[in-house]
């Protein structure tokens, strides 16, 4: 069996997720989220593009998982599931009605029992047969923050995987500065970072890199096709390093062949919003704060009908399609506290269109008891690569 944690953290997980079902009123938990799974159980897959669903109930009665049956071997392997049911693929299956009479077995009929909702694990088509199965068997509620609340402090275990992928991500971007120059091709960069992570022992990040040069590095986003750098150009690189599925983000833009009085003007704001914002995040305070702080610092700057409106995100074990684990988002206005224990991913976006300039920044930090700590050792500077 392939676990990363003891099997006591999980214990104690799974205990904190039955005292939130308790105080809920809920007798059960239908989690399709597989950071959930993941975080529950060790259960490791990519098989939640299927309908799959692991069942947490109140009481003591063990952790039932329904899936499919090339991933019977993955939760026996991966995780501390015992009892595993496999639906079958054929022309009239219903996963949905065989989760019902798991539900059945359990003495859930007409219970109140709480789902997540807001997970990529559940296709809106699936929800639908969900509710024409369990239509005036049992009572449904939205449940999907939960054990997602439960993920957003992480234990000591945990930040010892978010610090290795902080570690990960600094060899990564070493790697893809010391590849890119004039004449560069962007896939050999993208595949210089992303060999460091992996022959470092980390995993294939979930979603990224997002790596663009000239007008690409405007784009917040990946696009197909990359291109051969300029002798004079630009160069945005957003990626994870990732490391037991936990990830640790970084963000930088570099100027290729020279650099521009303007392009470094734009760096110096950028650093000072990166700065005022890591100040910002202090345990006890709302994160929204770290927000004020990033608009305060463009708009004094003149930058503020370009600049974003957030500036960063939770970070966790996650899965595909994306690395950042949300919510919560850091905007304005947010009034959830930071605590300690909380992974931050914090960045600073400037686009100036007009001039086809971009510069970014972004950091992951770990909220401690105290202040915030910056996990890259890589201290942001105007990087040119000639």
């Not at 693929?89 to 007409?110: C, H, M, N, Q």
């Amino acid at each position: 069996m392939t676990l990363h944690f003891e099997t006591a953290e999980f214990d104690r997980r799974v205990a904190k997720a039955r005292q939130g079902l308790a105080e809920r009123g809920l007798a059960a938990i239908l989690l399709f989220a597989q950071e959930s799974h993941y975080y529950l159980s060790g259960y490791d897959t990519t098989g939640y593009v299927f309908f799959q669903c692991l069942v947490l109930t109140a009481d003591q009665q063990p952790l039932t998982l329904l899936t499919r049956r090339p991933d019977l071997e993955q939760a026996r392997r991966t995780s501390i599931i015992d009892d595993i049911r496999i639906w079958y693929d054929r022309e009239d299956a219903s996963p949905t009605d065989e989760l019902r009479d798991i539900l059945a077995e359990k003495g859930l009929a007409g219970a109140c029992i709480g789902i997540e909702l807001d997970s990529y694990g559940l296709r809106a088509h699936d929800y639908e047969q969900l509710k024409t199965s369990l239509d005036g068997w049992c009572e449904l509620e939205d449940a999907s923050a939960l054990v997602r609340g439960l993920r957003l402090i992480k234990s000591g275990a945990e930040l010892d995987y978010v610090r290795r992928a902080a570690e990960l991500a600094d060899a990564s971007l070493l790697a893809m500065l010391d590849t890119a120059g004039p004449g560069a091709f962007e896939g050999d960069i993208a595949a210089a970072g992303t060999g460091a992570i992996l022959s470092g022992g980390g995993d294939p990040a979930p979603s990224g890199p997002v790596l663009g040069s000239g007008e690409r590095a405007l784009l917040i986003r990946s696009a197909t096709g990359f291109r051969h750098l300029d002798e004079q150009d630009q160069l945005t690189m957003e990626f994870a390093g990732s490391y037991r599925h936990y990830c640790a983000c970084l963000m930088r833009t570099v100027a290729i062949g020279s650099g521009s009085e303007k392009h470094r003007q734009m760096f110096q704001i950028t650093q000072d919003a990166l700065s005022a914002m890591t100040e910002a995040a202090r345990p006890g305070r709302p994160l929204g704060e770290i927000d004020d702080a990033h608009r305060r610092v463009y708009d004094e700057n003149g930058y503020g009908d370009v600049r974003m409106a957030a500036c960063g995100y939770s970070l966790g074990a996650s899965f595909r399609p994306t690395w950042m684990d949300v919510p919560p988002m850091l905007f304005s206005g947010n009034p959830l506290s930071a605590q300690p224990g909380m992974v931050l991913f914090l960045h600073a976006i400037l686009i100036d269109s007009p001039a086809n300039l971009a510069m970014s920044l972004g950091h992951t930090i770990i909220i401690t008891e105290n202040s915030a700590d910056v996990l890259s050792r890589l201290e942001p500077d105007y990087i040119i690569c000639a």
